[in-house]
């Protein structure tokens, strides 16, 4: 039972072109939502809740009826702004257990000159599907130091099909020697999944989807130059920094690590030995740069050791996902942390080329509303790095109903059904 009170009618023409968007952050519950026009989304309405210490653990849920309670509010605020109730949900996923990559599979052909069928397809998606299962269980047994761990799939994509190295966007009906398959995959552990399915149920939401919040936004993010040349994608949160890798026309993988905001203000609460709330309001006023030089000089002190921390924890994940390939020359900075100068400043100033494949060090910038494609504000409230990933998920809804026209989309859609992940 919903402990909202709908004083607003789910109106029937609206039910396809509004969406509600929730973002579960360490620091704050976000709401958006959302109106589909021709291919553009319009935020009408918006809304964020802080959140307390004890409702959010390494970006998962810690305390339900908390949390539950914050979005409530948030929802409540952004629905009685723009007086509408969506009947579709899109929610945000993120922390440090959280696994995003892509898996492909190359699938010789017995018979090259017979055409190429939905069923041949649907056979190949299974045996794709299996592997990332398998791999994902993997990473987290290990990682979890358990022998084998429950996980779920959260959302899944076919991001390329190549024929006899060909790409094509629809393969049905070709000839060839051999498929190439690639699959984006994110799982979750069950635990992290089912509270968010149980703040879903408390609020009444109909979820349409879940979406790893690093792949939302560099899929909100992309443009052409990063289609071609590939960018890395840092989300700086409350609570960790999520990472995504855009390479070769493509989202390859996402990463979490749990160092994010919370950490810049305990350092800056113990180096000024003031409260986390008063250190928390000073940060925001640095980011701002709101500070006198003097204010902002012991700011700078305190806090360049943790986007130190916070850039390495950078490269080593990089390092993780670089394989034997070149990685991207363009670091994109979003999240609430990325208004701290410190931490473009620490990126910068990394030694990239040393001990990554790089060429020379990477661009940084930080990203802002305007960055995020085919979304816009009528708010007047997103309007800093930390409003970016909520419009990510953003247009990930309006994109929804794109996915379901093509074939492959419905096509994936009906193998995990059938295997039930």
């Known amino acids: 039972m919903s402990k909202r009170k709908f004083s607003l009618l789910r109106r029937r023409a609206e039910f396809n072109t509004h969406y509600t968007i929730l973002d579960i952050g360490t620091e704050f519950v976000k709401a958006l939502i959302v109106k589909r026009e021709d291919d553009k989304g319009i935020v009408i309405g918006a809304a964020r809740v802080r959140q307390q210490l004890t409702d959010m653990h390494g970006g998962a849920v810690a305390d339900i009826q908390s949390v539950i309670d914050n979005c409530d509010r948030a929802l409540t605020e952004a629905e009685d702004m723009c007086e509408v109730v969506p009947g579709q949900a899109v929610m945000g996923i993120a922390g440090e257990q959280v696994r995003g990559f892509s898996t492909t599979m190359t699938l010789p052909r017995p018979q090259p000159q017979a055409r190429i069928t939905q069923s041949d397809l649907a056979a190949g998606l299974q045996a794709v599907q299996r592997r990332a299962l398998k791999e994902a269980v993997r990473q987290m047994s290990h990682e979890l130091g358990v022998a084998e761990v429950n996980v779920k799939l959260v959302h899944s994509t076919i991001t390329s099909v190549r024929i006899d190295g060909y790409s094509v966007s ?93 950490s810049f203000t305990k350092r800056l609460a113990g180096e000024l030995q003031i409260s986390m709330g008063e250190a928390e309001r000073y940060k925001l006023s640095h980011g701002d740069g709101r500070l006198v030089a003097e204010q902002g000089a012991l700011a700078r002190q305190a806090l360049t050791p943790t986007a130190e921390v916070l850039a390495q924890g950078v490269a080593l994940t990089l390092e993780e996902l670089a394989g034997d390939q070149p990685l991207p020359a363009t670091i994109c900075l979003a999240g609430g942390g990325a208004a701290l100068p410190e931490v473009a400043e620490q990126l910068r100033a990394l030694d990239w080329a040393e001990t990554l494949p790089m060429a020379h060090a990477p661009s940084v910038r930080v990203l802002g509303p305007e960055d995020v494609q085919r979304v816009f504000d009528s708010t007047g409230l997103l309007v800093g790095p930390q409003d970016v990933t909520p419009m990510g998920l953003a247009h990930h809804a309006i994109s929804i109903e794109d996915e379901a026209d093509q074939p492959l989309g419905g096509l994936m859609r009906r193998v995990l059904k059938t295997m039930k992940v």
């Open 170 to 262: 629809n393969p049905i009906d070709f000839q060839g020697n051999v498929v190439d398959i690639t699959v984006f995959n994110t799982f979750a552990p069950l635990h992290h999944i089912g509270a968010l399915q149980t703040v879903a149920q408390e609020l009444d939401l109909e979820v349409v989807a879940t979406v790893a919040e690093p792949y939302a936004l560099a899929r909100g993010c992309n443009t052409e130059d990063i289609e071609e040349r590939g960018a890395i994608f840092i989300d700086v949160g409350g609570g960790t920094t999520d990472v995504a890798l855009v390479r070769n026309g493509g989202i390859e993988a996402t990463r979490m690590f749990a160092l994010g905001g919370r």
